[in-house]
């Protein structure tokens, strides 16, 4: 195993329980080839027309306002892949489950779906907090989970393909966004989790090496509505920006009330990382306009694959929908996915993930190529701006993709924070 996957974060919960559940349902893919983490036998069957997948998302509770997102896209790329032929000449069939916006409710999913379902493969997550209490599961079951959403870093793993951006390829550029605009004080709201802990945790020491001021930094629970004193601290500490890392509906709350607060873009600007174009009508376009984002993909992306992912989007789901970073992350995995296997030659698991490194794609936000070694993507940085018409507009760009560094190792400022 290469050094960045034996530096992956592992966690204890679940896995004796997937371990234990793998069995045999159908004809099994092989999967003797060298380079997996498990002995574990997969169950996947190969003997018909078609193919199981798993989509996993939180179609209930406070991460529904992202995550149905993020499956309908799903589902849209199974009924483009399955209307040319599907995958080594295989339908895919979609098993759904409902994630339920908890991180067990994840890993008890996770574990149906590879050992009673016998996917070969599962597209989902977005919560760090799911994706780390399905990390053991997956690694248990030799199995192999596409996770769709940007997130901290400081972690690889096996059997996890990260396609949404790692800390260098978001947070980073727009820390270097703001520098470049002068800011020189910042306040750090988040949900109180794994990523937006872990995320300020790494400002912290941007800041430090980088002359800016951390003026205060809170945290509210998931799904929390009361922002009154959190803004007021906001609004007291005289920072010149704030990095906003809070998920899900919470952020309808904080922005009501940083406005009612008198708060404004044009002099107390928020970055948000978590905040894409669906969540733009969720929150309110009068409470975002001018606010910033910091993504790998906006609707707004001036290409033709992305004219042509939009109009099939809309088609689909109707005009009035908006695509997002998310969505199409999760969009482009299915096709990452599919590449992988048909290189492959083979559905088994480890035959996949030798076939990965190099694996690329023309997706909507612009070609994006497989790190073999640590299993993210090459992805081009997007500063965004919300405007009145409730979509998201690019105001910098990196120009080309940013190969994925989880672990910062290309950063002195970082030393110390993998650890």
Not at 317 to 333: I, K, L, N, Q, W
Request: charged share 20%.
């Amino acid at each position: 195993m290469n050094t960045g996957l034996r530096r992956a974060t592992r966690v204890t919960a679940f896995l004796s329980a997937a371990v234990l559940l793998v069995s045999a349902c159908g004809s099994r893919t092989s999967d003797t080839s060298t380079g997996g983490t498990s002995g574990a036998a997969s169950c996947v069957d190969t003997s018909g027309d078609s193919v199981k997948i798993g989509l996993l998302n939180s179609l209930s509770g406070t991460m529904a306002i992202s995550e149905k997102t993020v499956n309908d896209s799903l589902n849209l790329a199974v009924e483009q892949i399955n209307a040319k032929g599907g995958v080594l000449g295989k339908k895919l069939s979609v098993v759904t489950e409902d994630g339920a916006s908890e991180p067990t409710v994840f890993a008890e999913k996770a574990t149906k779906l590879i050992s009673s379902d016998c996917v070969a493969a599962v597209f989902g997550g977005w919560t760090s907090s799911s994706r780390k209490a399905m990390l053991p599961v997956f690694e248990g079951a030799n199995g192999l989970l596409f996770y769709p959403v940007q997130y901290e870093g400081l972690e690889a793993s096996p059997n996890i393909f990260y396609t949404g951006a790692t800390t260098n390829q978001q947070i980073v550029p727009a820390l270097d966004y703001l520098k470049e605009k002068g800011v020189k004080t910042l306040f750090l709201v988040g949900s109180d989790y794994v990523f937006p802990r872990t995320a300020n945790k790494i400002i912290q020491a941007y800041a430090k090496a980088n002359g800016i001021e951390v003026k205060g930094e809170e945290y509210a629970p998931l799904g929390h509505t009361d922002f009154a004193t959190i803004v007021n601290k906001l609004k007291g500490s005289g920072a010149s920006a704030v990095f906003n890392t809070l998920n899900g509906d919470s952020n309808v709350a904080f922005f009501k009330e940083y406005k009612n607060a008198g708060l404004a873009a044009a002099t107390t600007p928020v970055v948000s990382v978590s905040i894409a174009e669906e969540e733009v009508g969720g929150v309110g376009v009068d409470n975002l306009v001018g606010q910033l984002t910091a993504w790998n993909y906006y609707q707004t992306v001036d290409s033709p694959a992305n004219k042509t992912f939009v109009e099939a989007f809309k088609a689909k789901y109707g005009a009035t929908r908006v695509t997002s970073d998310p969505m199409e992350a999760a969009y482009t995995s299915l096709f990452l996915w599919q590449a992988m296997v048909e290189k492959a030659k083979s559905f088994a698991p480890n035959d996949v993930k030798n076939a990965a490194g190099g694996v690329s794609y023309d997706a909507p936000e612009g070609p994006v190529t497989v790190n073999g070694e640590n299993h993210h993507i090459a992805k081009t940085a997007l500063i965004g701006k919300v405007g009145a018409d409730g979509l998201i507009h690019t105001e910098w760009s990196s120009g080309k993709p940013i190969e994925p560094d989880p672990f910062l190792k290309d950063y002195a400022w970082a030393t110390g924070l993998s650890g």
